[in-house]
């Protein structure tokens, strides 16, 4: 069986899914790996038997074995090493959110067209089987016009990385608005098939971080490191055939437990992700159906769906014109919450 040999840029938290996740996969093979941090690599390579480590990515995209990668780094550095990578003739996975902003991302799928190369951007909710399974009938048409959604993403204690770059503006762009805020909206435009936003109201607060409250157990604490984004974020976004979407997100928050949701409305039927269920009407009576899905590791399907796409010459489903919208709107919703009024998406 052919196999795509692969790099993995960024050994942190969510590097280690990459590299774990590729080695399942029976059509790629992990030849080589990059991190600025000498032990974390050496710790990397030695889990995984993975040879080749660089600690300069430039070094892994002049390694003339290596076909793809994916960055798994700061979302400023999403951009740069991403064209960087597409320019050196590597396929591309690069984790969410897209980039920092919208012109960063249409930078990115610009350098992808003209290099022929795939890009594909890591939501990997899309990937669940319970999302795809939902899926599925809203494209049978079995909502109808979807007119309103609400969806969040609301976590009691989670704020990753205390005062590393997880909590700097600088570095991260937002807090969970694009930490995790991304995957909840992306996931209610995939469903709804609408990506065109025209506005968003928002708010935000920052109510645990500044405080060294509400840490979470993902990335690694920076003590003593700055916490300028915010922990919690709720918007209202309008979009440009009239439906709406409200979008809650937070890192922590005084919340039951954990929450990932994504409900939707429309005029024949509706669709709620919490119990993989479509609501409708029959004989005048409103119907419940339990769609059946098997679980599955979406890690693994991500990856497996970009090196899919890599040997048969696919289209990776996480669109340019998908995730350039997808940052327009996010950017908006931050624009909004720092500008206390509404933001128009020209």
Same mark, same amino acid.
């Given at each position: 069986?052919?196999?795509?040999?692969?790099?993995?840029?960024? @050994?942190?938290?969510?590097?280690?899914?990459?590299?774990?996740?590729?080695?399942?996969?029976?059509?790629?093979?992990?030849?080589?790996?990059?991190?600025?941090?000498?032990?974390?690599?050496?710790?990397?390579?030695?889990?995984?038997?993975?040879?080749?480590?660089?600690?300069?990515?430039?070094?892994? /995209?002049?390694?003339?074995?290596?076909?793809?990668?994916?960055? @798994?780094?700061?979302?400023?550095?999403?951009?740069?090493?991403?064209?960087?990578?597409?320019?050196?003739?590597?396929?591309?996975? @690069?984790?969410?959110?897209?980039?920092?902003?919208?012109?960063?991302?249409?930078?990115?799928?610009?350098?992808?067209?003209?290099?022929?190369?795939?890009?594909?951007?890591?939501?990997?909710?899309?990937?669940?089987?319970?999302?795809?399974?939902?899926?599925?009938?809203?494209?049978?048409?079995?909502?109808?016009?979807?007119?309103?959604?609400?969806?969040?993403?609301?976590?009691?204690?989670?704020?990753?990385?205390?005062?590393?770059?997880?909590?700097?503006?600088?570095?991260?762009?937002?807090?969970?608005?694009?930490?995790?805020?991304?995957?909840?909206?992306?996931?209610?435009?995939?469903?709804?098939?609408?990506?065109?936003?025209?506005?968003?109201?928002?708010?935000?607060?920052?109510?645990?971080?500044?405080?060294?409250?509400?840490?979470?157990?993902?990335?690694?604490?920076?003590?003593?490191?700055?916490?300028?984004?915010?922990?919690?974020?709720?918007?209202?976004?309008?979009?440009?055939?009239?439906?709406?979407?409200?979008?809650?997100?937070?890192?922590?928050?005084?919340?039951?437990?954990?929450?990932?949701?994504?409900?939707?409305?429309?005029?024949?039927?509706?669709?709620?992700?919490?119990?993989?269920?479509?609501?409708?009407?029959?004989?005048?009576?409103?119907?419940?159906?339990?769609?059946?899905?098997?679980?599955?590791?979406?890690?693994?399907?991500?990856?497996?769906?970009?090196?899919?796409?890599? /040997?048969?010459?696919?289209?990776?489903?996480?669109?340019?014109?998908?995730?350039?919208?997808?940052?327009?709107?996010?950017?908006?919703? /931050?624009?909004?919450?720092?500008?206390?009024?509404?933001?128009?998406?020209?």
């Amino acid at each position: 069986m052919e196999k795509v040999r692969v790099g993995v840029i960024g @050994c942190g938290s969510i590097g280690v899914y990459h590299i774990a996740s590729y080695q399942k996969a029976s059509n790629a093979e992990v030849v080589a790996l990059c991190d600025i941090e000498e032990t974390t690599l050496k710790a990397a390579q030695a889990k995984f038997n993975v040879s080749k480590g660089y600690l300069d990515y430039e070094d892994l /995209l002049s390694d003339s074995s290596v076909e793809a990668v994916s960055v @798994c780094l700061p979302n400023r550095l999403h951009s740069i090493v991403t064209v960087d990578a597409l320019k050196a003739g590597k396929h591309v996975l @690069c984790e969410k959110p897209p980039a920092i902003d919208a012109s960063e991302t249409r930078r990115m799928f610009d350098t992808r067209d003209k290099t022929g190369k795939k890009l594909l951007i890591g939501l990997t909710m899309r990937f669940r089987n319970d999302c795809r399974a939902l899926k599925s009938h809203i494209d049978a048409d079995e909502l109808g016009e979807v007119y309103y959604a609400k969806c969040g993403y609301l976590r009691r204690s989670g704020i990753p990385g205390m005062g590393s770059w997880f909590t700097t503006k600088s570095e991260a762009g937002a807090g969970p608005i694009y930490d995790i805020g991304v995957h909840a909206l992306d996931l209610t435009m995939w469903l709804m098939n609408n990506f065109e936003a025209k506005s968003a109201f928002a708010s935000s607060y920052a109510k645990f971080g500044p405080f060294g409250k509400g840490v979470g157990d993902w990335g690694k604490p920076a003590p003593g490191g700055p916490f300028d984004v915010e922990d919690l974020a709720a918007a209202m976004i309008r979009m440009r055939d009239g439906a709406t979407i409200f979008l809650e997100v937070s890192w922590a928050s005084f919340v039951g437990e954990e929450q990932f949701y994504s409900i939707l409305l429309g005029d024949k039927g509706g669709a709620d992700l919490a119990n993989v269920s479509i609501i409708s009407e029959e004989h005048k009576h409103f119907v419940e159906k339990k769609v059946s899905y098997s679980k599955n590791d979406p890690y693994l399907s991500e990856v497996e769906h970009f090196v899919d796409c890599i /040997l048969h010459d696919r289209e990776p489903i996480t669109t340019g014109e998908q995730m350039i919208a997808l940052q327009e709107t996010l950017d908006a919703v /931050l624009e909004s919450a720092e500008k206390k009024k509404e933001v128009h998406i020209t």
